[in-house]
């Protein structure tokens, strides 16, 4: 597959698919969706780190279940698409769909998979929004 050099949208050059153009947002992988309950809890456009903070702000669970350090990373990226990276050193194991993922290995995220860390039943879900920013 050969990848533009402009965004397929305005035109802008030096557009990088693992990136939302800097003059329209296009962004060719889409946007990560974070969801609990059926409610949009955040939207992802760009590599986030995800610690205490946002787990707490997510799912709403006692804060002293997290470590202070990242547990995990969302990274966009050019071949695969949305890929979830677990942080070496953690001190819960993170799951992808059950699945208990490898620290730095880069996993793939298809819309509908759910993350949990550790053996909380506190889940998130992820979606893949590929419509364009309004």
């Keep these: 597959m050969t990848v533009p050099d402009c965004c397929p949208n305005c035109g802008t050059d030096g557009f990088d698919v ?4 800097g003059t329209c947002g296009h962004f060719r992988l889409g946007r990560l969706r974070v969801v609990n309950g059926g409610t949009s ?6 590599r986030t780190e995800v ?3 946002l787990l707490s702000q997510w799912v709403g669970a006692d804060e002293a279940k997290y470590a202070e350090a ?3 990373a969302f990274i966009p990226d050019r071949e695969l698409g ?5 942080s070496a050193g953690c001190r819960n194991e993170t799951f992808l769909d059950g699945i208990s993922l490898n620290p730095g290995t ?3 995220i298809v819309s509908g ?4 860390i550790g053996l909380s ?7 893949i929004d590929r419509s364009e920013p309004s």
């Design 113 to 116: 998979m759910s993350v949990t």
């Design 82 to 86: 949305w890929t979830i990276v677990a």
């Design 41 to 46: 809890l955040s939207v992802i456009s760009l």
């Design 51 to 53: 610690g205490k903070p």
């Design 121 to 127: 039943r506190a889940r998130i879900y992820l979606e």
């Design 18 to 21: 693992a990136m939302p153009c």
């Design 106 to 108: 880069p996993r793939q």
């Design 70 to 72: 990242v547990q995990y």
